[in-house]
């Protein structure tokens, strides 16, 4: 089993910035990637972002390219979503996941925290 908590969240003006993170605990040896999905109102949950646990290759949507990184740091079993230039369409109940594949589709990922709530106004 493995646990995970985000937190950062919020809201922010449009072009603002804000970081999301997320704890993980429990059996984290177990798993190849960690991502950020989000989903909005209505909309089907999508991928954001992720990172290989073992050498921190990422991979971005095209929507976030250049304004969103994924980081991890090991010694705290966490990993990060900075999100720059913000915009309105990226409002959204944001969700860190776990695979044990380099995949880029929620079906790939088995465990998920409990999500965290972003808001970008215009």
């Known amino acids: 089993q493995v646990q995970l908590v985000e937190s950062g969240g919020g809201l922010v003006q449009a072009g603002g910035s804000l970081r999301l993170s997320c704890a993980a605990s429990?059996?984290?040896?177990?798993?190849?990637?960690m991502g950020w999905f989000r989903q909005a109102p209505g909309k089907e949950r999508e991928f954001v972002a992720a990172?290989?646990?073992?050498?921190?290759?990422?991979d971005y949507a095209d929507s976030v390219k250049g304004r969103f990184t994924i980081s991890r740091d090991n010694a705290k079993n966490t990993v990060y979503l900075q999100m720059n230039s913000l915009k309105p369409e990226d409002t959204a109940v944001y969700y860190c996941?776990?695979?044990?594949?380099?995949?880029?589709?929620?079906?790939?990922?088995?465990?998920w925290g409990q999500g965290t709530q972003v808001n970008v106004s215009s």
């Open positions: 996941a776990t695979s044990a594949a380099w995949v880029f589709t929620r079906y790939g990922y088995d465990y």
């Open positions: 429990g059996r984290t040896l177990s798993y190849t990637a």
């Open positions: 990172i290989k646990w073992s050498n921190s290759r990422t």
